[in-house]
């Protein structure tokens, strides 16, 4: 079955600085990969998926993330925070485009002015 | 255009009744998928449909949990006997086919 980590529960950042969140998968064969966003009392936001080809994907908000498929890895990174980022992060994988999703614990962000 | 709508957003009720739960998919996305948000957690996965295939019902919890489908329209999920560890925020979301989840805001179920 598979399954995400997330292993950082919460991270604070400083407005301006740089953020990565790590993202860790277990599944067998190529996943397909999502990080989402939840801002308070939103709704998931996609900011990025990776189904195939390029390894480092662009996404809204300045978002990027790369799969690395030795490490089994998907982080996201953004170079520069801005306050309105400060929310729940969450990556999550699929066997197939359109299947269901597996989703991590999610990673809280706060945002230090 | 109109995403993904859930209603109610807040529903509270008492323990050993049942609640339905809609959700207003987008239109023209052929798959429907239900999550569960449990404070402080992650989405577990509930339920899927996929157009006129048989459901898949294998994050399901209980009996007491169902969920139905007309066409690509409209789905229910219907909680029955709920109990105070149902507690938790139920999220919708929609896709065209085999294509990324657009979600809900969700409606978040208070047991008493």
């Known amino acids: 079955a598979q399954s995400v980590t997330q292993p950082d529960i919460h991270i604070t950042v400083s407005e301006g600085a740089s953020l990565e969140l790590r993202c860790n998968y277990s599944?067998?064969?190529?996943?397909?990969l999502f990080w989402y966003v939840q801002s308070p009392g939103q709704g998931l936001q996609l900011l990025l998926k990776?189904?195939?080809?390029?390894?480092l994907v662009q996404g809204i908000k300045g978002f990027e993330a790369e799969f690395k498929r030795s490490q089994s890895s998907f982080n996201l990174r953004k170079p520069s925070v801005h306050w309105s980022d400060a929310a729940e992060y969450f990556c999550a994988v699929s066997k197939a485009a359109g299947n269901k999703l597996t989703f991590g614990g999610g990673t809280r962000v706060l945002v230090k002015p | 255009g109109a995403g993904v709508s859930q209603s109610p957003s807040n529903k509270v009720t008492e323990k050993g009744k049942d609640v339905e739960l809609r959700c207003d998919p987008i239109s023209g996305h052929t798959a429907l998928y239900w999550y569960r948000q449990r404070l402080g957690q992650g989405l577990e996965f509930l339920i899927y449909f996929q157009g006129n295939s048989a459901p898949d019902k294998s994050g399901l919890p209980s009996d007491r949990f169902s969920a139905e489908r007309t066409g690509e329209s409209v789905s229910t999920l219907t909680i029955q006997r709920t109990q105070q560890e149902d507690s938790a925020v139920y999220l919708c979301?929609?896709?065209?086919?085999?294509?990324?989840?657009?979600f809900g805001p969700g409606t978040r179920l208070t047991v008493l």
């Open positions: 979301a929609s896709s065209p086919y085999q294509n990324t989840q657009y």
């Open positions: 990776y189904f195939s080809g390029d390894t």
């Open positions: 599944y067998g064969a190529t996943p397909y």
